[in-house]
């Protein structure tokens, strides 16, 4: 691969790769973009620290990833870089009075993006452009590590299960447009999938949890959906398995979003957290296939 010439360094026992060498404000080559897209598989989390990126650039190189999705309608409404409806803006800055982005200062809860959807994204990218002094960490969980982590009765308790995604809440607690505050998780809106995935080459099985706040396992009543939801939680999604991003102007962070959980630290809201983001949408090759 003559035109692949970076390192990666794995950055936990569990997920995530530095990615060294890379101005990634320059074209790539086709073999440095294949060997790329083989480290975001294996290493779930890509960190690339100390670029200088356009939203034109951080376009392009999110584009060698897959198609893109424009920014999702937020809280906020629909908030994306001028010029540019794939640049997504995560921002707790208002101008004249309103918000520039979505997810204010709060914390984010652990989550994966738009698992409400039948196919949710494949993978986002984030670029730090102003960052808080302290807080608004990003932590990542591998999904592999956490279906791991489970108890080998609860591994067979959850074999063949399947989970609602809410639909109505994002990630920051704030309901998403056009949606009402869920009174009952058994009938408000969402999503049905598989509890458990298995990877299509390596056959592991990984956890898919989109998020806990009104998930909901149909044909259990909610209070037996709520019991078996809080046990995964506590078993799989464990401080020590997860690996948490401190931010950098200049980073760009790429997730999997098929096979990670990610949060967000809060920040006082006096400090100002700039990001622009992009959506790669799932490729038909890399679909979650069903149950594990
Ligand atoms: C996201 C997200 C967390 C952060 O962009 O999907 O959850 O740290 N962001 O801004
Ligand atoms: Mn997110």
């Given at each position: ?22 101005a ?64 997504y ?21 652990w989550h ?9 994204p ?7 452009l ?65 509890l ?32 078996l939801l ?25 997730w ?37």
């Amino acid at each position: 691969m003559p035109d692949a010439d970076f390192a990666i360094h794995p950055v936990s026992p569990t997920l995530g790769a530095e990615i060294r060498g890379l101005a990634l404000s320059r074209p790539l080559g086709p073999a440095t973009v294949s060997a790329l897209a083989q480290a975001l598989d294996r290493h779930l989390v890509l960190v690339f620290r100390d670029q200088a990126l356009s939203d034109a650039d951080l376009v392009r190189v999110s584009r060698h990833f897959g198609p893109l999705d424009k920014a999702p309608i937020t809280e906020n409404g629909r908030l994306h870089a001028p010029g540019y409806e794939e640049v997504y803006v995560i921002s707790n800055i208002t101008e004249n009075g309103r918000p520039i982005g979505a997810l204010g200062a709060g914390e984010s809860v652990w989550h994966a993006d738009m698992t409400y959807l039948e196919t949710p994204p494949y993978a986002s990218g984030l670029y730090a452009l102003e960052i808080p002094a302290e807080g608004g960490d990003t932590g990542f969980l591998s999904m592999f590590a956490a279906y791991d982590a489970l108890p080998d009765a609860l591994k067979r308790r959850v074999e063949g299960l399947s989970i609602k995604h809410d639909s109505t809440t994002n990630s920051g607690g704030c309901l998403r447009q056009g949606f009402a505050p869920p009174t009952d998780v058994a009938t408000s809106p969402g999503t049905v999938h598989p509890l458990v995935i298995a990877h299509p080459t390596t056959g592991a099985r990984a956890l898919l949890l989109g998020r806990r706040p009104h998930a909901h396992i149909p044909g259990l009543s909610v209070a037996e959906s709520e019991a078996l939801l809080d046990e995964i939680w506590e078993a799989a999604v464990r401080p020590e398995l997860a690996w948490h991003h401190r931010w950098r102007v200049g980073d760009l962070v790429m997730w999997d979003n098929r096979w990670t959980m990610h949060r967000r630290d809060p920040f006082p809201n006096g400090q100002r957290r700039l990001m622009h983001r992009t959506q790669i949408a799932m490729p038909v090759a890399r679909r979650l296939t069903g149950a594990a």
